[in-house]
């Protein structure tokens, strides 16, 4: 694993007078959000928050409105004043940064995109992209020629001289991000930069966001509501409610182990065989399997396993990456997973629990078409497998 | 007063609990029936003693003491500190610039009518400038208009009417530009200035005149000085709303890009407030305008000074030929800054037929142009003063004359017998209600009626304030200037209910309606009081009507917008329960527009008062012609300034009752939900 780009340690934000003796104090740092807010009358925003992200990663914050999740992530670069706590950006603690220093980072290392994309009316798309080179004291012809790459790369293309109230949303969310690239910064912070976009603009941007971080290998801090962009592009996944950590790891550990019933809940809904994979439905070998049958890697995703499983009668063998057998698969546990998918039984939550769902022919054909059908992730989720397979095993 | 605190809110929720509720809306009732039975009794029984009247020519030893101070002044104005380094060099400052532009426009420094410019330069450079920061088809309109106050024979009144409000208004961005910002970027500036601005704002105009010609004598120095008084409030206030206004996210975007606070005014905060801001300059140069040529009573040249001096010899057709030069002032005023606020949006930049460098070359082409002409306006006599053969404006004059003339003659029984029978049917009988009370009781009752719209507090407010109007020994003057104003302001209302209802249901009528309003409170004030003087002659209905016409307009619009502001769902239900149009105004409409026509009351009533000085110039009596007499008559001066503070104490108290009366209607339907 790579060092932390970004490590956060012991954050808290608290709004209202008198939050800033909330952390340091034993008796009001123990009480819930709640109860401070009835005592004090305080907003815990951010409740001791610890974690790190790595170098090249997508982090992805994720948690219902009012989770506190873009408090969290405009404590970063202090856009929200935190109360107490470290963040350490290359080692260095942004909570103790001057006036200039805290400009530089914002300036060179981290920027971010917003939701409700925060562009300059007065501005052209041009003007509107060498923004941050402008203020940061670019010279002009140095900014328009930088400007018109980064343009050219996020596909505005032929729009240099329009005005933002000319573009749809996603073209305007598309000159935020460029802005937010123009300054080659290390990090990208993004704060649900979708969520006011149509279902199909989002799934496009969210495409260009994957490319855009093959292509140039961004460490990216994304915050989102929305439980299927969160395992569509992060690598790692933070769970919060009001204020603290639930829960963090890959889509896979979210969906396959998580770690209490307000997560089990969230990812219910979640298509399993499109997120899962073998490792967590793998069985010891049993004697009578033939050994001389099709083997799968342990990080195939469920759902690409399926043809391979079901084109043979044998149970098929699962291995890790240096081809030692690890176990075996059959029909039934992959019917088992695409049953329970979708459903709030709680048989989904014991993960590659074979006993459940016993399938006949007929809700065999019903059950198949259901993770396909769901064309809006299927197009993307093509290109997720493999660099999650990359990363993960880095990360975890 | 922290129990009294602790009971108010206690007595505002309880109506919500049954019947109790009634109880508390019948005791306000009773409390102000009593009120005014108390008044009427005390009327009938002790009529005409404790009346406090002080005939005319008359002074307290209090408005004797000001005539001393004003003596005072004038001997120390040389030797005290604060006018020889701060005052005194204030007034040189501003004379200068004031000097300056008057001499540009109107005349050379030696005090011959021959502007430095030329008439012709002065019309070219106005023209080049209207063009530059407007449009071709307002630089017309400001070539035509300026030739046509040549045509009128008040090209130099009009040129000094101009260069004092250009005066007035370069000094007030100087100081409201700088100052609307700071209140948009901090909290705290913004926390000092809004009290002072809304002081600023509730003062009556000429109310600060007086003091203000006692500190920097009279001339254009104090008029410029009192102008940007008065016109600086709306373009500070449009200046922080313009900045407090932009998006938190577009902030939040340029901070996140580590800007400056210097990076962040000049490429974020100013480009996306500018429209505003010009918006601002609209407003007070609007207000320059109207309070430059009210400055005319300190001895301002200009266009007022012919208003007012003909208004003082009852010259009907002199002041409309004035009037008209003012109202063709402020269109031109009006149209060339509004042109240059919608040239500030950035949809109009982009739309522009013009590319940046072709602007310029054409810019640069007309302003040699515009330099030419001056220089043929410095050389040739009949380019430097407005040729006598064109000058019409005695034929004008003696035109409205004649037709007003013939209009009090022929309409006499219509105009003499409304003017007789509102005097003698409403206004006599009201104003002796008010003067012939015995003032102790009029101070109970109009307490207690206090106390039961707006509580302790709001009774000891009215008790102070007429308490200081006894003191100022204007008691009986202020009972006259209130009749006229309380008469206006119901007929305000009237005005304000019937053309707002009908404007706030039908988009045709506001349509047609609103630009007649606009036009109207763009106007400067004096010019209403023209027209009625042609129709009514010097009396108090000349001054009620331009009162009431200065302020009909703000009333009207206010409560169209109240009505317009009601949920269309809700008009929708009653219409789809059956109700007729009536049922629809009487039931829904005015009644939850209620809020907005208390505050259309409060806005009418201080646009009533004020013109109660301006009123007085025709014939209105009370506080407003001690006023104008303070200015004219020096032995009078310290009685002026008394009346002055008087019109500002009554006008403390009525905004305060009003704005009660607006706040607390919001409780009779929560005592009647349940």
Sequence with gaps: MNSPVISVRNLWKVFGSGGEKVPGDAGLSGQSSAELLENTGCVTAVRNMNFDVAKGEVFVVMGLSGSGKSTLIRCLTRLIEPTSGQVLVDGRDVLQAGTSELRELRRRKISMVFQHFGLLPHRTVLDNVSYGLQIRGTAKNERYSKSQEIIDLVGLTGYEQHYPDQLSGGMQQRVGLGRALAGDPDTILFDEPFSALDPLIRRDMQAEVIRLHKEMGKTMVFVTHDLSEALKLGDRILIMRDGEMVQVGSGDELVGSPADSYIADFVSEVPRADVLTLKWITKTVAASTAHDGPVLAAGTLIRDAIPVVMSTISPVLVSNGDGTILGQIDRDSILSVIHGSGSHTSDGRASGNPTSGNPTSGNHGAAFPAPGSRDNEAVPNKEVPGKKAASKEAVV | ?674
């Design chain 2, 1 to 674: 007063m922290a129990t009294l605190l602790r009971d108010r809110p206690a007595a505002a929720t309880r109506p919500d609990r049954g019947s109790l509720g009634a109880r508390r809306v019948s005791r306000r009732t009773w409390l102000l029936l009593a009120a005014a039975v108390l008044w009427l009794l005390g009327f009938l029984l002790l009529r005409g003693t404790g009346t406090l009247a002080l005939p005319a020519s008359e002074l307290t030893d209090l408005h004797r003491s000001l005539n001393r101070f004003n003596g005072w002044i004038a001997e120390n104005r040389d030797g005290n500190p604060v006018f020889m380094y701060i005052l005194t060099p204030l007034r040189s400052a501003v004379g200068l610039v004031a000097g300056f532009f008057m001499a540009l426009f109107a005349a050379s420094p030696t005090g011959e009518v021959i502007p430095v410019l030329g008439w012709l330069g002065t019309v070219a450079v106005l023209t080049w400038i209207a063009f530059a920061v407007g449009n071709v088809r307002v630089a017309l309109l400001t070539a035509v208009v300026f030739t046509f106050f040549g045509i009128q024979g008040l090209f130099v009144d009009a040129a000094y009417t101009f260069a004092l409000v250009l005066t007035a208004v370069l000094l007030t961005l100087i100081v409201g530009i700088p100052l609307g910002v700071l209140a948009g970027t901090s909290n705290r500036v913004q926390k000092v200035l809004t009290p002072v601005l809304d002081f600023m704002q509730t003062m009556p105009t000429f109310v600060y005149l007086a003091p203000l010609a006692l500190i920097f004598l009279i001339g254009p120095a104090s008029a410029v000085i009192a102008t940007v008084i008065y016109a600086a409030p709306p373009v500070i206030r449009l200046s922080s709303h313009g900045i407090r206004s932009i998006p938190e996210n577009t902030k939040e975007a340029s901070d996140s890009l580590g800007t400056t606070g210097w990076q962040r005014l000049h490429t974020v905060q100013l480009p996306m407030a500018r429209r505003t801001i010009v918006m601002g300059i609209n407003q007070s140069t609007m207000a320059a305008l109207s309070m430059v040529t009210i400055a005319a009573l300190i001895a301002a040249p200009g266009l007022g000074q012919v208003v007012v001096v003909a208004l003082q010899s009852l010259d009907v057709g002199t002041a409309v030929n004035a009037g008209l030069a003012i109202v063709l002032m402020a269109i031109v005023l009006d149209r060339v800054t509004t042109a240059a606020s919608q040239r500030a949006e950035p949809s109009a930049r982009r739309a522009r037929r013009l590319s940046g460098r072709a602007r310029y070359i054409v810019l640069a082409g007309t302003l040699l142009l515009t330099l030419g002409i001056v220089q043929v306006s410095r050389t040739v006599l009949w380019a430097a003063v407005f040729p006598a053969r064109l000058n019409v404006g005695a034929a004008i004059s003696d035109g409205v004359t004649a037709a007003s003339g013939w209009l009090q003659t022929n309409l006499y029984f219509l105009t003499h017998s409304f003017r007789e029978s509102v005097t003698v049917g409403i206004l006599n009988p009201f104003q002796s209600l008010l003067t012939e009370t015995p003032f102790y009781l009029l101070v109970v009752v109009i307490a207690i009626a206090a106390y039961a719209i707006g509580g302790w507090k709001l009774a000891a407010v009215t008790t102070f304030c007429l308490a200081v109007i006894v003191s100022l020994g204007l008691w009986s003057d202020a009972m006259v200037t209130l009749a006229s104003t309380l008469l206006a302001t119901v007929i305000v209302m009237l005005l304000g209910v019937v053309f707002g209802v009908a404007m706030g249901r039908s988009r045709r009528i506001d349509a047609a309606m609103r630009p007649m309003l606009d036009a109207g409170q763009t106007m400067p004030a004096f010019v209403y009081l023209v027209p009625f003087l042609g129709l009514f002659g010097a009396t108090r209905i000349t001054a009620i009507v331009a009162a009431i016409i200065y302020a009909a307009p703000v009333a009207i619009k206010i409560t169209a917008d109240g009505i317009a502001a009601i949920s269309p769902t809700v008009v929708e239900a009653a219409v789809s329960s059956g109700s007729t149009p009536w049922q629809v105004i009487s039931k829904v409409q005015l009644p939850m527009a209620r809020k907005t026509l208390a505050l259309a009351a409060n806005q009418g009533l201080m646009y009533v008062l004020a013109m109660v000085v301006i009123g007085a110039l025709v014939g209105a009596g009370g506080l407003g012609y001690d006023v104008v007499a303070g200015f004219v008559q020096s032995s009078v001066f310290g009685k002026g300034l008394a009346a002055g503070l008087a019109i500002v104490f009554l006008g403390i108290l009525l905004d305060r009752i009003t704005q009660a009366a607006a706040s607390t209607p919001g409780r009779k339907p929560g005592a009647r939900r349940t």
